[in-house]
């Protein structure tokens, strides 16, 4: 049964919050971010095709051309570790997998490198002044 406000009309449902809704507005915090700072958006979310494959957050590019493969990393609290803790060895050989393929459809590949951007803090909310950027440029690479 819906809720009923005041004057008795029907009172929309409070958006529910999910981990897709806050990665999502991470991702746009850092593409912001990125783009402020020179880099030109390529593209978005890129998957290896079928299971067990890598997703690459956003693919930017440098004035200089450099593709810029970019794991945005987002955590309310520092506990556990942050958001930096949380990219491991298997994370980064997951990015690195989706990299390669991304990759092929080029004949001559342009250089590149992997970047981390951590969005510490909770995002959104009336009043709120945004959540803290650190940029990781060469974060790790595919060695």
């Given at each position: 049964?819906p809720t009923?406000?005041a004057?008795?009309?029907?009172?929309?449902a409070?958006?529910?919050?999910?981990?897709?809704?806050?990665g999502?507005?991470?991702?746009g915090?850092?593409?912001?971010w990125l783009?402020k700072?020179?880099?030109?958006?390529?593209?978005?979310?890129?998957?290896?095709?079928?299971?067990?494959?890598?997703?690459?957050?956003?693919?930017?590019?440098?004035?200089?051309?450099?593709l810029?493969?970019?794991e945005?990393?987002?955590?309310?609290?520092?506990?556990?570790?942050?958001?930096?803790?949380?990219?491991?060895?298997?994370?980064?050989?997951r990015i690195?997998?989706?990299?390669?393929?991304?990759?092929?459809?080029?004949?001559?590949?342009p250089?590149?490198?992997?970047?981390v951007?951590l969005?510490?803090?909770a995002?959104?909310?009336?009043?709120h002044?945004g959540?803290a950027?650190?940029?990781?440029p060469?974060?790790?690479?595919?060695?």
């Amino acid at each position: 049964m819906p809720t009923r406000d005041a004057a008795g009309s029907a009172a929309a449902a409070p958006k529910q919050v999910t981990t897709k809704s806050r990665g999502d507005a991470a991702e746009g915090a850092a593409l912001a971010w990125l783009a402020k700072a020179g880099l030109q958006w390529v593209e978005s979310n890129y998957r290896t095709p079928g299971r067990g494959g890598g997703e690459i957050d956003l693919v930017m590019r440098t004035p200089d051309g450099t593709l810029v493969f970019v794991e945005v990393r987002q955590r309310a609290s520092a506990s556990h570790g942050g958001a930096g803790a949380s990219i491991g060895g298997a994370k980064q050989r997951r990015i690195i997998f989706a990299a390669r393929h991304y990759l092929m459809r080029f004949a001559s590949p342009p250089p590149c490198r992997f970047d981390v951007v951590l969005v510490h803090g909770a995002l959104g909310g009336a009043g709120h002044q945004g959540p803290a950027i650190e940029w990781l440029p060469a974060a790790f690479d595919a060695s």
